[in-house]
């Protein structure tokens, strides 16, 4: 076999999956047919360069081979209301471990980083939302304001170096609304220690010193020479975007007008240090007072009193994508309903609405799952709040629409689960859902592949993989 020649070699050739990619090939590339010795199936692709160019990874039983170019790990973009890479479409199907630096500061748990990544890549993830923070607990990153610990940031280093190695790219969120890692409330905690005369850790939001606290930290992080790969992390193609703040909310000022300020001050903050690189707000996605008419898609009353407001909060000069996060076991009912997946898609299809109309960007629904703990849960209702996300998604990409993608909450490995919230997913134990994440990572890195900027969703027209992309799961 020549050098211009790379078989993918494929074992499961009766999945769904396979008959997609083998479509996909045979229509897009000059490929020849045959069994290899061992029965199974070999494809030869004689034009390596427009052989599938995404994510690769092991997945039902089949590999696909690298193929992803050195000069192609470039940053994401956002154009109009899409994601780009290469002038070509990223439709993100990914996941959160918010974990993964403080388990990379131990040697004895750093291979759990390693690990999480691998899954993720058989069943071909290509983003990962994780802390970038860690506030003067256990750990911590930033031990006081602008004091730091080299060993956790090192951790960090490796956490994006490993990231790369198997192509997944990183949304960096810089701090919490709530007090897990420490967030808000230590920034308070070292205000108040410093002589401040704070009443509320919603005082984070518009305290100069306690945002000052907040801009240092952030500069820093920007600004840090990774020690593994020696490149700056606003450099780092590798990282996805930044997050001002995990589900930020003010509640001691419903009219919103608190955080808008806050979101206008620090957008700016970091787009000023690292123009390159995308940056997000991380709300949940709740309407406030200035979409009076779309408060109706809340889940419920309280949600338009906690100080946030979707379409204004994104309206901000220097936000690039909007984030939403799906919790009916918090937000509807803990014990699992039929009123759960009618309300996740209208509430994913207002806000798809809204990033088209009003905002002109891309929305990521950034958080999404349900517990095992919840009354009435069972894996067959999981698969159908999966299968719901990713069908609502896909009804958006058909049309170039503004679903850039969804984050799952949240994926492990084997052996954490002293850490599980209940919503942990490990593949190894969930073979029907990782099955539909597979498949719809596969559909995504397809039209990601065969779609560009400059085609303008023409191609749909003229690709026969039409049918199979956005054919129903369960057909």
Not at 21 to 40: P, R, W
Not at 227 to 239: A, Q, R, V
Not at 303 to 322: E, I, K, M, P, W
Request: hydrophobic share 40%; glycine share 8%; charged share 20%.
């Amino acid at each position: 076999m020549g050098s211009s020649e790379k078989v993918l070699r494929i074992d499961g050739f009766s999945s769904p999956i396979f008959l997609i990619l083998a479509c996909f090939i045979l229509v897009e590339n000059s490929t020849a047919l045959g069994l290899g010795g061992d029965g199974s199936l070999e494809m030869v692709v004689t034009d390596p360069e427009n052989q599938f160019p995404g994510s690769s990874w092991t997945s039902q039983g089949f590999s696909i081979p690298d193929v992803v170019e050195a000069d192609e790990w470039r940053m994401v973009e956002k154009k109009g209301n899409q994601f780009m890479v290469n002038d070509k479409p990223f439709y993100v199907n990914g996941f959160n471990t918010y974990w993964l630096m403080v388990l990379a500061a131990d040697q004895s748990t750093r291979g759990k980083v390693t690990e999480v990544f691998q899954q993720a890549f058989s069943i071909g993830l290509t983003v990962c939302r994780t802390w970038a923070f860690n506030d003067g607990q256990w750990r911590a990153l930033q031990k006081s304001p602008s004091v730091y610990d080299e060993e956790v940031f090192q951790a960090l280093d490796f956490v994006v170096s490993e990231a790369k190695k198997y192509k997944i790219r990183l949304i960096l969120s810089l701090t919490n609304n709530w007090d897990a890692y420490g967030g808000k409330p230590q920034y308070v905690k070292w205000g108040k220690a410093a002589g401040l005369n704070l009443t509320s850790d919603d005082d984070f939001f518009s305290n100069p010193t306690l945002k000052s606290y907040y801009k240092a930290y952030v500069k820093t992080v920007l600004n840090r020479v990774n020690t593994i790969t020696n490149i700056t992390y606003k450099e780092d193609p590798t990282i996805f975007a930044w997050e001002l703040m995990n589900e930020p909310r003010c509640t001691s000022d419903p009219s919103g007008d608190v955080l808008q300020e806050w979101i206008e001050e620090m957008a700016v903050h970091v787009k000023g240090i690292d123009p390159k690189h995308l940056v997000e707000i991380g709300l949940e996605g709740f309407y406030g007072p200035s979409t009076p008419n779309r408060v109706q898609y809340n889940p419920n009353t309280y949600a338009q009193q906690v100080g946030t407001d979707f379409v204004r909060n994104h309206q901000v000069l220097g936000v690039d994508f909007a984030s939403v996060h799906i919790y009916t076991d918090s937000w509807i009912s803990q014990a699992i309903s039929d009123a759960h997946l009618p309300f996740i898609r209208s509430w994913m299809e207002a806000h798809i609405e809204d990033a088209e109309n009003y905002l002109n960007m891309p929305v990521l629904f950034s958080e999404f799952g349900v517990s095992t703990k919840d009354p009435g849960y069972n894996s067959t209702f999981r698969d159908a709040l999966f299968t719901t996300v990713y069908r609502t998604l896909l009804n958006s990409t058909r049309r170039g629409g503004s679903g850039g993608g969804s984050l799952l909450w949240q994926l492990f490995p084997d052996g954490t689960d002293y850490m599980d919230d209940g919503y942990a997913i490990v593949i190894a134990k969930s073979p029907s859902t990782s099955n539909i994440i597979s498949l719809h990572s596969t559909r995504l890195a397809i039209f990601n592949s065969i779609c560009s900027w400059s085609c303008r969703w023409g191609c749909k027209k003229k690709n026969p993989l039409w049918a199979f992309l956005f054919a129903d799961d369960d057909a």
